[in-house]
């Protein structure tokens, strides 16, 4: 049978990484992905049935993976050479339309006794993902003894499969698997009172902000679209604030209301959902987010920087990883000070003090430190409140010149003061 | 200055065949724009009125006769609290010349201050909620000799109107209106305001109740209702902007603050006699082949240059502005006096309403001195200012079509106008509607704590800025029928709820749908600054 195959070859890859970044999807035609004859996938054990795809959805993982921009973070739980493919609707054996539940958990293993997670029902936090009879696989279409959707015939265990409804089209059924991912990210996220930000306005973008409205959730949601039918679409289904990504933190700024220190802000949103899982994504993501705020990043990271994906705390094949920003966002700070992109952003408004005109007196106010200050006195006859003429100002000039090196220096202690009280404070 | 003949009026010439192509001001460019003979009529302004001959004797004169007032030596002591207060940046436009006339006059109180022993003196510049000025724009405005003398010793300053050490509550209006005021003005024995005059919504008691106040106090007045229901703000006598500013300056006045006003008009010489820009003051047809020739090279060089560097360009540019009146005294008897000399220099009389009016939009409104104009600045100098050029009735009839031309480019300057980005990318991305967004913004804009940051320690206008700046444009909008920019930034202007419009062709074209086919035309030559008196 015909099967898009994705297999470990480096150097393909390598090319794919390249072509990827040239043009976005050029990945997949020098990458490892070919279409091949490949025998169907046998059934691994008892439970299992074979399921003939009838539509396959490309999530973003998908494409992150042809176009090599897949995190490396994700090998140990794949098996090569495996089909891609893991929203699918398809028919059994008997006829019955399924839809595929992808995450290869403990009973589909054969693992028994499952796992503490599995055993408590949270199979999308399964800990046995890369053991038991199957080769190791976070779900199917990641696997190879599975096979996936982007095939004509792959296999699934009973557990892994759902009858669709007569009335439900197979495009809207193909849609169940990530509107599942959205809706378990929306009962996810913190009931916090300030406003929500999603980042990325694709499928798994927009179903979330869907299935936040759905779920009652009024809060204020900023979200951030690229393009014009995204920009649009959020909108439709409920964004108060759609903005570009470069405009982020200026709109997350004006919504809470923070200040601004540098590029950061000293507040920010105390949720923000990241539903696109790159790293830059993840950098805006942790530069809005308020102090002790969270960061959920739904979806599988792309090029996501593997210590954010190791130290999150993940919430299973569903893919929700969850960031807890105190600590991060420091981090992420001094990375965003380094990469290009970053210095790309629109500044924010205004820096809060120009040194310069502070320290020439002009801004100086009577009751920041001139207080009862007078000007030189002069004698009743033909005296003048001004200054003299150009000629004779040396002396002021000094004066001028001095007071110029007290105020940088007063500046520049009270900005670190500033600034240790902030670093204390976090 | 020499003149060859004694300044014309101001008039309104009916176009024909032969009339030459009417220039249009565009941003920091021009147009040429030929308009529809027969039904179109241009109203030009009257040639600059001569100065006076003698500024410093005028000025001197003007202390010492006041109007219904004692003379300002007879109001100075030893001892006494002395604060002398000056219109800011936004006047005049473009910057004038020096000497500027705030220096001349402020150099003549402090010399009287001096003589009387005057010691304990303020000179604080009246931005209200406009952006801090920097050194150079101080230096500009008082003179080096003041500045050196006060500004290092913290004695002239910039008003913070978010200080709250620094401002008091006077009182309230019987209307309700809270009257604040900046606290070293309030508490001085005798407060000296500076003014210029330029258009005739100047001065009076809007310099201290709007120059040295608040948001709690401008919001009475600053706001939709009270835009709507001016005919025009720039008719003191049918502005509810000013019947609230003059309730706020009597409740000034009875918490026992004494106000020395002095106001200043200046002639229209916006753009010299002589000089590279001369051509620009001068109607089409009294061009000489070397105005044309210096046109075309200026027209020329511009369209090779980056934005940036036609922006700096115009920024050096200071007018040759001559001083054409000074009175000073008690407030609403020498603003009688100042309005009178304004109109006097800017009035022209006009027949009638017309179907579409024109205006082409120059580079530099009052709130973006050496800075950039950004769209919401573009919206306000047209429907703000310009289309509130009237007394009597708007040149435009009720449902008509105003046609601006301006490159209304989406951009905006980061230090100067933070505020307003997120007012254009949130709030008018969301309504256009002033009174929808006054409800809705208004409050938050105004009271965020970044933009008061800003506002106090860098050069940003407040928070609450560009919500003015689009009420300011509430009575052209709920007026007129349709708005036009011509060669403008497409995206940027249907922001603004305008159409876009690459010719004037094309937006008359446009225009025919809403006022007909063979709709009047009148076109606004503006600047030089003048004001129809629509009859």
């Keep these: 049978m015909k099967a898009l195959l994705f297999e470990r070859k480096v150097a393909k890859f390598a090319a794919a990484a390249i072509a990827g970044r040239v043009v976005a999807g050029r990945g997949a035609k020098h990458g490892p992905l070919t279409l091949k004859d490949v025998d169907p996938p046998s059934l691994p054990a008892a439970g299992w049935q074979r399921l003939r795809p009838r539509l396959a959805g490309i999530c973003g993982s998908d494409l992150a993976t042809i176009d090599g921009r897949s995190s490396r973070y994700f090998e140990p739980i794949v098996s090569f050479p495996f089909t891609l493919g893991h929203e699918v609707v398809g028919d059994l054996d008997d006829g019955t339309r399924a839809v595929l539940v992808p995450v290869l958990h403990c009973a589909t293993r054969g693992i028994d006794p499952p796992c503490v997670a599995c055993r408590d029902g949270q199979i999308n936090r399964c800990e046995r993902i890369a053991f038991g009879h199957l080769e190791p696989g976070l779900q199917s279409g990641f696997c190879e003894t599975t096979g996936g959707g982007w095939s004509l015939a792959m296999v699934a265990h009973e557990s892994q499969l759902l009858r669709v409804p007569a009335d439900m089209s197979d495009e809207q059924a193909v849609m169940v698997e990530p509107t599942a991912c959205a809706v378990h990210a929306a009962r996810t996220v913190p009931r916090d009172a300030g406003p929500l930000v999603i980042v990325g306005a694709g499928a798994l973008g927009l179903l979330t902000l869907a299935a936040l409205r759905a779920e009652g959730d009024e809060r204020t949601i900023v979200m951030t679209a690229k393009h014009p039918d995204q920009r649009r679409w959020a909108k439709e289904l409920g964004a108060d604030r759609v903005v570009e990504p470069r405009e982020l933190a200026r709109a997350v700024r004006s919504e809470t209301s923070s200040l601004v220190f540098g590029d950061h802000l000293t507040g920010g949103a105390p949720t923000v959902v990241d539903c696109v899982g790159s790293e830059d994504s993840l950098a805006d993501s942790l530069r809005v987010v308020a102090p002790g705020g969270t960061v959920l990043v739904v979806g599988m990271p792309g090029h996501a920087p593997r210590p954010h994906v190791a130290v999150a705390s993940r919430d299973g094949a569903a893919g929700v990883l969850r960031l807890h920003a105190r600590r991060l966002r420091r981090r992420a700070r001094s990375r965003a000070g380094r990469r290009p992109r970053a210095a790309r952003q629109r500044p924010l408004p205004a820096r809060p003090v120009h040194r310069g005109h502070r320290a020439r007196g002009e801004r100086r106010h009577p009751r920041c430190g001139a207080r009862g200050v007078r000007p030189p006195q002069r004698e009743a006859t033909g005296r003048s409140l001004m200054a003299p003429a150009k000629a004779d100002v040396t002396n002021e000039a000094t004066t001028i010149e001095r007071d110029e090196a007290d105020q ?19 | 200055m020499t003149r060859s003949r004694a300044p014309r009026p101001g008039f309104v010439l009916d176009v024909d065949r032969n009339t030459p192509p009417i220039l249009f001001h565009h941003g920091e460019g021009f ?20 100065g006076l001959a003698d ?3 005028a000025i001197r004169h003007a202390l010492v006769n006041p109007l219904d007032c004692e003379p300002l030596p007879a109001l100075l002591r030893p001892g006494m609290k002395l604060t002398i207060a000056f219109d800011d940046i936004s006047l005049p436009l473009p910057p004038m010349r020096r000497p500027d006339v705030r220096q001349r006059i402020i150099e003549a109180v402090l010399d009287l201050a001096a003589e009387a022993g005057v010691d304990d003196v303020h000179i604080i510049a009246a931005l209200a909620l406009h952006r801090r000025m920097t050194e150079a724009e101080l230096r500009h405005a008082v003179g080096d000799r003041v500045y050196d003398a ?44 500076v003014n210029i005059n330029l258009v005739a919504m100047d001065g009076g008691h809007k310099s201290t109740a709007t120059g040295l106040s608040g948001y709690t106090a401008l919001r009475h007045h600053h706001n939709v209702k009270t835009m709507q229901e001016s005919r025009s703000f720039m008719d003191q006598h049918r502005s509810e902007l000013h019947a609230s500013n003059w309730r706020q300056g009597k409740v000034i006045r009875d918490a026992g603050i004494k106000i020395f006003q002095i106001e200043t008009t200046l002639n229209n010489n ?25 046109f075309l090279a200026m027209q020329g060089g511009l369209k090779v240059m980056s934005s940036g560097a036609r922006r700096r360009i115009f920024e050096q540019w200071k007018a040759p502005y001559e001083l054409t009146s000074v009175q000073a005294g008690e407030v609403e008897a020498v603003h009688a006096v100042t309005t009178e000399n304004v109109y006097r220099q800017q009035l022209v009389p006009v027949q009638g309403q017309t179907d579409i009016l024109t205006m082409g939009l120059p580079y530099i409104c009052p709130y973006n001195v050496n800075s950039i104009m950004n769209p919401i600045l573009v919206a306000c100098l047209g429907l703000g200012y310009f289309f509130n050029l009237y007394r009597g009735k708007p040149l435009v009839r009720e449902g008509g079509v105003v046609i601006m031309t301006h490159p209304t480019p989406w951009e905006f300057h980061p230090v100067h106008h933070p505020s307003y980005i997120d007012f254009f990318e949130q709030v008018l991305a969301d309504t256009t509607d ?3 967004i006054e409800q809705r913004y208004e409050k938050r804009f105004a009271e965020d704590e970044w933009y008061r940051h800003l506002y106090r320690t860098s050069y940003a206008y407040h928070g609450v800025h560009p919500f003015y ?3 300011w444009c509430a009575h052209a909008l709920q007026h007129v029928g349709q708005v036009i920019v011509v060669g403008g ?10 159409r876009p419009a690459s010719t004037m062709a094309d937006a008359l074209e446009m225009a025919s749908d809403v006022v007909g086919r063979q709709p009047t035309i009148t076109h606004l030559h503006n600047p030089p600054l003048l004001m129809a008196d629509v009859s």
């Design chain 1, 408 to 426: 940088t220096s007063k500046a520049d202690v009270t900005n670190e003061a500033t600034t240790t009280e902030r670093e204390a404070h976090r």
């Design chain 2, 31 to 50: 147009r040429f724009e030929r308009l529809p003979a027969g039904r179109t009529r241009v109203v030009y302004p009257a040639d600059p009125l001569p």
């Design chain 2, 55 to 57: 500024p410093a004797g």
């Design chain 2, 150 to 193: 006060f500004a290092p010793h913290g004695l002239l300053y910039n008003h913070d109107a978010e200080d709250p050490d620094g401002m008091v509550l006077l009182g309230t209006t019987r209307h309700g209106e809270e009257v604040q005021m900046n606290r070293r003005a309030a508490e001085s024995d005798l407060l000296v305001y």
């Design chain 2, 270 to 294: 916006t753009f010299g006699l002589d000089g590279p820009m001369a051509m620009l003051q001068k109607r089409e047809w009294d061009w000489t082949p070397r105005d044309r020739a210096a």
């Design chain 2, 434 to 436: 002033p009174a929808e």
């Design chain 2, 469 to 471: 700046m689009w009420y």
């Design chain 2, 489 to 498: 930034d497409t995206r940027a202007v249907r922001r603004l709820g305008f």
